[in-house]
T-cell receptor, first 117, second 111 residues
Framework: DTAVSQTPKYLVTQMGNDKSIKCEQN?????MYWYKQDSKKFLKIMFS???????INETVPNRFSPKSPDKAHLNLHINSLELGDSAVYFC????????????????FGSGTRLTVV | GDSVTQMEGPVTLSEEAFLTINCTYT??????LFWYVQYPGEGLQLLLK?????DKGSNKGFEATYRKETTSFHLEKGSVQVSDSAVYFC??????????FGTGTRLLVSP
């Protein structure tokens, strides 16, 4: 199936731990994103990568480090987890239409629900 | 910067009722406009989009018309079903390679 897939779907961990979330897309898209959705469903962009190059880094604590080994993968590593990091993290991808790939809209993964205890 | 404003929810309707979820936007130029839907426990799915003024996007019985005069992109459906219960997000490009989402409107449809 063509899709954006994230793993794991659920992640429960203790404060101070380090964890990673993986994302893969087989749509042939050039641009991938990480979004954070809080408990009130508010969505905020964290990072975007275009063909392995970091494009957007939106005032995210440097405990969060994205890594893109190739254009089909975008992983998110989080160091020293805090209670406030609890949220649902969504990976997404979009076609590259030059200046505004977002004009095509995104394809989202199903999300990773991170709970820090 | 470019942004969208959605009506607050939840919107509670009975099955077969008419649905309107309001969305207004602030943007320079005429960007594409999107509606996304998020079913419980799932990621967001593109529901419909419109790429220029006066365009009407439609899908699964939902419609939205891009109105530049009122800077609006309201979502409508003539007869909702229980299965339409979800959170609906209005969105537009907020700059290079970034979509900006509204705060979401939860729809609850009862039998």
């Amino acid at each position: 199936d063509t899709a954006v897939s994230q793993t794991p779907k659920y992640l429960v961990t203790q404060m101070g731990n380090d964890k990673s979330i993986k994302c893969e897309q087989n749509l042939g898209h050039d641009t991938m994103y990480w979004y954070k959705q809080d408990s009130k469903k508010f969505l905020k962009i964290m990072f975007s990568y275009n063909n392995k190059e970091l494009i957007i880094n939106e005032t995210v604590p440097n405990r969060f480090s994205p890594k893109s080994p190739d254009k089909a993968h975008l992983n998110l590593h989080i160091n020293s987890l805090e209670l406030g990091d609890s949220a649902v993290y969504f990976c997404a991808s979009s076609q590259d239409s030059g200046s505004f790939p977002s004009n095509y809209g995104y394809t989202f993964g199903s999300g990773t629900r991170l709970t820090v205890v | 910067g470019d942004s969208v404003t959605q009506m607050e929810g939840p919107v509670t309707l009975s099955e077969e009722a008419f649905l309107t979820i309001n969305c207004t936007y602030t943007a320079t130029g005429y960007p594409s406009l999107f509606w996304y839907v998020q079913y419980p426990g799932e990621g967001l799915q593109l529901l419909l989009k419109a790429t220029k003024a006066d365009d009407k996007g439609s899908n699964k019985g939902f419609e939205a018309t891009y109105r530049k005069e009122t800077t609006s992109f309201h979502l409508e459906k003539g007869s909702v079903q229980v299965s339409d219960s979800a959170v609906y997000f209005c969105a537009l490009p907020g700059g290079f390679q970034k979509l900006v989402f509204g705060t979401g409107t939860r729809l609850l449809v009862s039998p």
